[in-house]
């Protein structure tokens, strides 16, 4: 298995670096890791490079594009399953190892649970319970959703964040992989699901593939205004790339 991680990542010099540490300190350090600058305007990319990490570019703005261009250029490179999560995103420990096992047990494609951040505010008691909450409340209205149900699908829809899926480099390219678009047109991953779904029924979600997400979206829009936003965007915020 030549497993790739894939970071993109757009403005998040502040955020990066503790991405990259969280992969340093893998308990399976048998990956290459590539982190996508998505035209940022900081020094996200020079910080990347402090580390040792291979840094390529995606002009076109957007989660959908950088991943799907960092994925593409991991395959290019003889990558035979690729995992991703976000810059601003810290795998737990095990978290490889967990996806390399997943794939042992005969998944195509992975999805994992996330939890949230506790290193970059005090938490309220609420808002960590609200991360978990958010998702759960999701996957449960994703199976109902209309959008969601084909009888073209070979099976049931499963919520797999984008901050930590991992998927084989055949059925990436048989699927059709993630559409090239930015965060505020289309909530890429589930898109990415949903074309899984029409070619096979292994993937599923691991509770063992952990990575803990950031809280600044939901201190910036706030309790109504996150569940709008991922809610099919039906909230959209004057600013959308919080940092």
Known sequence: MDLWVIIPAYNEAASIE??????????DRDFTLVVVDNAS???????????????????RKGTGAASDTGVRHAIGRGATHIA??????????????????????????????????????PLKFWERRFIPAVVQVAATFGRFRPGNR??????????????????????????????????????EDRALVNRVRKVT???????DVVVFGSVRRLRAYGLAGTLGWYADHRYRPDVVDVR
């Open 201 to 207: 029924s292994a993937y599923g979600s691991r509770r």
């Open 150 to 187: 084909d009888p073209l699908y070979k099976g049931p829809y499963v919520m797999i964040p984008g901050c930590t899926l991992a998927i084989t480099a055949d059925l990436y390219e048989r699927a059709g992989g993630f559409p090239r678009t930015a965060i505020e047109e289309l909530h």
């Open 18 to 27: 503790a991405t990259l540490r969280a992969l340093e300190a893998q308990d």
């Open 84 to 121: 991703r999560t976000d810059a601003d995103c810290l795998p737990r420990a095990d978290w490889v190892r967990n996806i390399r096992r997943a794939f042992g047990d005969g998944l195509e494609m992975v999805g994992g649970r996330l939890r949230p951040r506790t290193d970059e505010f």
């Open 41 to 59: 305007t900081d020094g996200t990319a020079e910080i990347v490079r402090r580390h040792g990490v291979q840094v390529i570019s995606e002009s």
